[in-house]
């Protein structure tokens, strides 16, 4: 028999998870909201992951997993779970993260009764890698104004750890957006500019448990932006890239396709100049040109190499 349409879809991408996977997903089994499904899209891990997502769906038909034949970075993972989707609400999942049972009652209830919210997120307490609670996570930028460009600046310009994109959003107005781009704090972006659409809702209680620990992709030799990028997106290992004037346009982009008006636009483009201005942005951004400009002069030799050869060859 085919399966109903599920109200909420839980994407869930993972690569190489098996120490946490089992608890994160033990986690959403738990809610005492049902209606859901669960889209697993495993990056080609080589670990024992896909024998423990293959048991986990086997056990619960809310559960579907798919797995790449090659590790695609982390960006187009995130963003393949949602495209999976059907569900009227949709939520991203940390194989690392783990919920309390009430997460998403409590999340569909703020959405159900209020239509202007397109995000609802609870408190985050913090974890280590033994489950042990850290501490309450203070949110810095607040998004709940009526007001788009406000709701955008505090954002654009109070950079903060981007719990809010594992809330629970309304995906017809998720699908407007660039979803997560192919470059280091492109969550941050995709958070920017959802709230160009609504308010966000922080439910007060602590309900979400991130995990940090020493397997994370931040803790490990992902060092500088640069470093991180392949991590987003396998496919640019090895080309010239400008991830912090990525991140600019990021902005640039979802300011000028919001369904705003034209005073609102204007202030969102103001606030992007200021966050220019802001003195680590801007030596980022020179960094980043310097940077490019040192490869492209140490790959000219090749390059020219390449073109004698090819000259020869016709010859």
């Known amino acids: 028999m085919k399966q109903a349409k599920a109200r909420i879809s839980i994407g869930l991408p993972v690569y190489n998870g098996e120490k946490y996977i089992g608890q994160a997903l033990d986690s959403i089994l738990a809610q005492s909201y049902t209606d859901f499904e669960v889209i697993i899209s495993d990056n080609a891990s080589t670990d024992r992951t896909q024998e423990i997502c293959q048991a986990y769906a086997a056990k619960d038909g809310r559960i579907r997993y798919h797995r790449s034949t090659q590790n695609l970075g982390a960006a187009p993972n995130f ?24 997460f998403l009652s409590k999340c569909v209830e703020v959405l159900d009764q209020n239509r202007e919210v397109v995000l609802c997120f609870p408190k985050s307490r913090i974890m280590d890698q033994n489950g042990k609670f850290l501490g309450v996570h203070p949110f ?12 955008f600046r505090n954002l654009a310009l109070n950079p ?3 719990f809010q994109v594992f809330g629970l959003m309304r995906a017809d107005v998720a699908r407007k957006t660039a979803l997560i781009g192919n470059y280091p704090a492109s969550d941050l972006v995709f958070l920017a500019e959802l709230a160009l659409h609504g308010p966000f809702y922080e439910v007060p209680e602590p309900l979400f448990f991130p995990r940090y620990h020493p397997e994370q992709s931040t803790k490990r030799d992902l060092r500088a932006e640069r470093d991180r990028i392949v991590w987003f997106d396998t496919s640019l290992k090895g080309k010239i890239l400008l991830p912090k004037w990525l991140y600019l346009f990021g902005y640039f982009e979802a300011i000028g396709k919001a369904p705003v008006g034209r005073y609102e636009r204007m202030y969102c483009y103001v606030q992007m100049v200021r966050w220019i201005l802001i003195p680590p942005h801007f030596r980022a951004l020179g960094k980043d040109i310097l940077l490019a400009a040192v490869k492209i002069v140490r790959s000219l030799p090749s390059i020219l190499k390449l073109k004698r050869g090819s000259r020869v060859i016709q010859n």
């Open 140 to 151: 810095k930028a607040e998004a709940t104004s009526p007001e788009p460009h406000i709701r």
């Open 160 to 162: 903060d750890t981007a």
């Open 79 to 102: 963003n393949r779970v949602f495209e999976l989707a059907c569900g009227e609400y949709f939520k991203w999942a940390a194989h690392d993260d783990v919920m309390a049972p009430e």
